[in-house]
């Protein structure tokens, strides 16, 4: 018959790989942090993207109606100058 203290009882190697998982788990920690922080960073860069896409397309829209404008404005003060 077995006691019951012999059975509740760790081997030695049991308690040396919980040692060795522990230490590694200390080391493997501020990888993990970082590994964790790049993955969030890609996740929000969609969000900076479609902004400056947004703002870009503000831009090119203005210029356009600058440009339409301009070039209204400017063949119309030619016409002006050649009736004289």
Known sequence: MVKKDASSAKLPVDQYRKQIGKQDYKK?????????????????????????????????????????FYLNLSTELNLDTDLD
Request: hydrophobic letters at 55%.
């Open 28 to 68: 493997n920690k501020p990888a993990l942090r970082a590994t964790r922080l790049k993955a969030e960073a890609k996740r929000s860069a969609p969000g900076i993207r479609d902004t400056i896409l947004v703002i870009m397309a503000v831009l090119v829209f203005l210029l356009g109606v600058y440009a339409f």
